[in-house]
C-alpha cells in the first residue's frame, strides 16, 4: 500500500508553474500525494484559481494577512536576506494549515505532512527519498536557507502535528 503524503502550500502563492507541479509528483511518485492550500485572502482571484485548477486541493482555506511589525521590532539580529515580516507570515500561514489538518478526520490517516513553498524549483527526475525516516524525524535540506533554515520544503511525521502546533505557538509567545 503507497504511504500517503499531505502537501501544504501555505503563504504567498507565487510562481506558478505546471513544471514543478510534474516535477513534485515525479519526485514522490512512491507516495499517494493530497494538497491543501492555505493562501491570503488579498491574493488575486486569477492566481489562486490557478494554483486551484493545477493542484485540484482538498482543502482551500483563505486566511486574513496579518502585520507583524511590532513582533520585528523586537528582533534584535535580524536576518538581513529577507524581509523579516515575511518569516512571520510564512511560519502564521503554516500554523493555520497545522491547525486545518488537526481538524480532519480521514480514513487513513497520511504518513507524512510536507511543507512546499510554490516557488521551489525541483529538478526533474529528483527522488526524494523519505523511507529511512522515524516518527521523530524532521527533513530540512540545506539549501536555499540564506542564513537561516530552509522554509521552503521540510517533511514531519503526520503523528507530529501537534507538537508541531505546540512547538510554533511557543515560538509566537
Known amino acids: ?6 502537501v ?17 509528483k515525479n519526485s514522490l511518485k512512491d507516495y499517494d500525494l493530497s494538497f491543501y492550500i492555505v493562501c491570503w485572502e488579498n491574493e488575486k482571484k486569477e492566481t489562486k484559481d490557478k494554483f486551484v485548477k493545477l493542484y485540484n486541493p482538498i482543502k482551500f482555506l483563505e486566511i486574513q494577512d496579518k502585520d507583524f511589525s511590532e513582533e520585528v521590532k523586537k528582533i534584535q539580529i535580524p536576518d538581513t536576506a529577507v524581509k523579516s515580516e515575511n518569516i512571520f ?9 497545522c491547525e486545518l489538518l488537526s481538524k480532519e478526520k480521514f480514513n487513513e ?6 511543507r512546499y513553498r510554490s516557488d521551489l524549483l525541483p529538478l526533474e527526475n529528483q527522488n526524494i527519498d523519505i523511507k529511512f525516516s522515524n516518527n521523530n524525524d524532521i527533513f530540512v535540506p540545506d539549501l536555499n536557507h540564506w542564513n537561516g533554515i530552509n522554509d521552503q520544503f521540510f517533511i514531519f511525521h503526520y503523528s ?8 510554533l505557538e511557543f515560538i509566537y509567545k
Open 8 to 24: 501544504l502550500l501555505t503563504g504567498q502563492l507565487r510562481y506558478f508553474s505546471e513544471l514543478n507541479y510534474k516535477n513534485l
Open 1 to 6: 500500500m503507497c504511504k500517503k503524503i499531505i
Open 89 to 97: 507570515k510564512m511560519w502564521y500561514s503554516f500554523i493555520k494549515a
Open 160 to 167: 507530529k502535528l501537534n507538537k508541531m502546533i505546540e512547538f
Open 109 to 114: 490517516a497520511p504518513t507524512y505532512i510536507l
